[in-house]
């Protein structure tokens, strides 16, 4: 394993772990609603759910989505009922000071979305199928990409904690916490799109 493996791994891993999807928009309202310390947990619920798919996906499970296209039809019904739940979830959540912390998805919720994830089994499986090195190296190399994609998710994650905690400063009413909130569902939900297409 050279820099001609890691460099586009460490690319890989930026842009699918870094773009918008289901963990992002859930760690940006965490960030708000919560605060960047008691959004922690939730973060790394999701790098370790993520790494917990890629672990599966190394090990031989995402030979089996590929073998029954039926499974994958699936995982993409109960993902997008998920997600409308969680969109639901964030929709709902009130303004920060005036409700309990247990009104936002906690961690376990977070950890259970990576199962159902769409996009986070593509990332496994394209990053497993992708980058591991054939014979005596495949462990050593699935090793190297679930240390990079653990990484490469807390920092990309914690951008967008900080992001909603920077969010939490501007937002200033509770309307504006509604609207905020409302609209943290609207593109949970709008994440749908992204597992159909």
């Known amino acids: 394993m050279d820099l001609s493996w890691f460099l586009p791994l460490l690319g890989f891993a930026l842009v699918t772990c870094g773009t918008p ?3 992002n928009m859930l760690l940006t309202a965490a960030g708000a609603n919560l605060g960047v ?3 922690l947990p939730m973060l790394l619920s999701v790098v370790s759910g993520l790494n917990l798919i890629m672990l599966a996906t190394a090990c031989g499970l995402g030979a089996l989505f590929e073998a029954m296209p ?3 039809l699936a995982l993409k019904l109960i993902g997008s009922g998920y997600l409308l739940w969680l969109a639901w979830q964030l ?3 009130g303004v920060p000071g005036e409700r309990n912390v247990r009104d936002m998805p906690h961690w ?3 950890a259970c979305l990576q199962w159902v994830n769409p996009k986070g089994w593509f990332m496994a499986i394209s990053a497993i199928g992708g980058f591991t090195l054939a014979g005596q190296h495949y ?3 699935a090793v190297g990409i679930l240390l990079t994609f653990f ?3 807390l920092l990309t994650g914690l951008f967008w904690v900080l992001f909603g905690a920077q969010v939490r400063r501007w937002i200033k009413s509770p309307l504006g916490w509604r609207r905020f909130n409302r609209g943290m569902g609207i593109l949970t939900a ?3 799109f992204m597992i159909w297409l």
């Open 21 to 23: 999807g289901p963990n």
């Open 37 to 39: 310390r008691a959004s």
């Open 70 to 72: 039926a499974l994958h």
């Open 91 to 93: 929709a709902q959540a």
């Open 108 to 110: 376990l919720q977070a």
């Open 139 to 141: 462990f050593v190399s």
């Open 151 to 153: 990484l490469m998710g």
């Open 190 to 192: 709008a994440c749908i």
